[in-house]
Each structure stands twice: as structure tokens, then as C-alpha cells.
């Protein structure tokens, strides 16, 4: 998939941190775009909840304002990027990244943002990224790390994998991407249907600090001891 042009990005401000109300506003305007840009097959039953589906795959893809509602992306995250061009972000499971797209369009630069899939499918194929399964091998990146390294809605089978399973699996996901997170940087899972005690899974983790808020199926972690 070509990624989305809606206009005339930002540029960087170090002075002019982004506020509320232009994020919003702009989110708004991006998302009214976005929208125009959805093949007309796609289900739209969802699209005010916050997401759209490909009837054809069965893939169930995000508007950039959900991934805000989950604090998978924050405000201040996009002004730390914006602020800082050495701070970067990697997209585990990003589809067509549409939350990822928005924030180039406010200033964010193409190569402080990596994504990933496991298919190459609806991919931005102009835009950097890898093709990976998150619960296997993952790339080395160069010896590159993230400072954030997001999995937003990137879990959809954990629904049909039995508990037990699940937990292996998130052990290994998270085992992966602490090798590639920065010493103070944040590993963020959203949409996970963990129907396990996070304790199981820090045990097995002793390096990271875990939290899982379990209503809004919301994962952090952390290094435990940052360098
Ligand atoms: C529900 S979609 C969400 C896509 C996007 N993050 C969003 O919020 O719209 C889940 C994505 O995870 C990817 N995915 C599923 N299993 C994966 C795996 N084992 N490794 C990497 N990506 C995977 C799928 O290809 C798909 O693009």
C-alpha cells in the first residue's frame, strides 16, 4: 500500500510544542481523509468505535484516534519526536499504520519511525519498515534500539489461543523487544487479551518492570534497572 499524502506535514518545532487542541483539530482532518482513502468494500459498522475491516482478509484495522484512546501513542510522546530527532519508534504489527502515518503528517520524521509486520501486505511500502514474526527471530536493526516500541491492536489471535499459550507467547514477544529498547525507553501493548496473572509473566522477566491494566487490555514495561 502507497502511504497517505493528506497535505503538507508540519515541519519540527522545538519552540512550538504541539498542544491539545491542534492535535486534535488535526486529528479530525487526517481522520477525514483517512477515511475517503478506505476501499469501498470495507466494512464501516465499527468506523465511530474506531475501526474498520477488510471483508476480503478479515483484518481489522485502527483509526489513528484509537491508538490515542489506548495511550498506545500520547501527546507528549509526539513532542518528544518532534523535539528530539534521535528519538524513534518501532511498530510491531503496524498494518497500514494509519496512527504512525498521522504522525508524519505532524512533523515526526520518516526515519525516527520503523514498522513491522509479518506480512508486507498493507504496508506503506514508501515508508521504512521490516517484515518480521513478532514470535520468532526478530531483526537485529542494525544494533539500532527504540525508544518506544508499540504493538497497537497487534495481537488478534491471542482470542483463539488458550491462556497457557498465550503467556509463552507474550514472554517471548517481550524477551525480543527488550533487546531492542532503549535503556529508558517503553514497550506498549494494546488490545491484549492476556486472561493470565502478569506476575506469571514477570516472574519470567525478571529485567523488566511490567504493569497490565486489565480492563483496558493495556500493557507497559520498562527495564527494570535503567543504565
Ligand atoms: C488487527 S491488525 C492491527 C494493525 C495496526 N496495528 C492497526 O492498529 O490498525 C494486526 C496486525 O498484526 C499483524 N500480525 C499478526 N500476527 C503477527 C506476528 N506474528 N508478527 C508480526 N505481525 C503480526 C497482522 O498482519 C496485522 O497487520
Redesign the pocket.
Known amino acids: 500500500m502507497p502511504s497517505l499524502d493528506s497535505g503538507q506535514s508540519e515541519g519540527p518545532s522545538i519552540r512550538h510544542p504541539l498542544t491539545e487542541q491542534k492535535l486534535t483539530s488535526a486529528l479530525a482532518e487526517f481522520e477525514s481523509v483517512l477515511t475517503s482513502t478506505f476501499p469501498s468494500n470495507w466494512d464501516r459498522t465499527y468506523l465511530d468505535v474506531g ?1 474498520v475491516t477488510s471483508p476480503d482478509t478479515k ?5 489513528p484516534s ?2 490515542f484512546k489506548t495511550g498506545t501513542i500520547t501527546l507528549p510522546d509526539i513532542n518528544d519526536l518532534k523535539q528530539d530527532p534521535g528519538k524513534n519508534i518501532l ?9 504512525e502515518q498521522f504522525l508524519l503528517k505532524l512533523g515526526v520524521n520518516p526515519n525516527q519511525i520503523m514498522l ?4 508486507s ?3 506503506p511500502a514508501d515508508l521504512p519498515h521490516t517484515i ?5 527471530q526478530w531483526p537485529s536493526f542494525d544494533g539500532q534500539q527504540f525508544d518506544l516500541i508499540v ?7 491471542f482470542k483463539v489461543i488458550p491462556p497457557d499459550e498465550r503467556k509463552v507467547k507474550l514472554i517471548g514477544i517481550l524477551g525480543s523487544a527488550t533487546n531492542a529498547l532503549s535503556d529508558d525507553g517503553e514497550i506498549r501493548m ?2 491484549l487479551r492476556l486472561d493470565t496473572s502478569i506476575q506469571d509473566v514477570s516472574v519470567a522477566l525478571h529485567g523488566l518492570s511490567i504493569s497490565y491494566d486489565a480492563q483496558k487490555q493495556f500493557l507497559r514495561a520498562r527495564h527494570a534497572q535503567p543504565k
Open positions: 475501526f483484518d481489522v484495522f485502527f483509526l484509537f491508538a511498530s510491531v504489527g503496524a498494518g497500514p499504520a494509519y496512527f513491522s509486520d509479518i506480512d501486505r498493507f504496508l518480521f514474526d513478532m514470535n520468532g504493538f497497537n491492536q497487534a495481537f488478534p489471535t494494546s488490545g
